[in-house]
């Protein structure tokens, strides 16, 4: 990725992701921070929330 600020913002979401998932700030997700980073990350929030399982972490959490 050539962009390093669009990198950075999706590196954000992708914290922010797993962080919901361990249970920690989920009410993050769909909050008007949530929104701005998506839209930095050049995604779309509602996109974001359809396709966001917290399963999918399920090996990053036993690793944290």
Do not use: T
């Amino acid at each position: 990725m050539k962009n390093p600020d669009l990198h950075l913002w999706r590196s954000v979401l992708i914290m922010g992701l797993h962080d919901a998932a361990k249970g920690k700030e989920a009410d993050w997700l769909g909050s008007p921070d949530f929104v701005q980073v998506c839209y930095l990350a050049q995604v779309e929030p509602q996109a974001v929330l359809r396709a966001y399982r917290p399963e999918r972490f399920e090996r990053f959490r036993q690793a944290a």
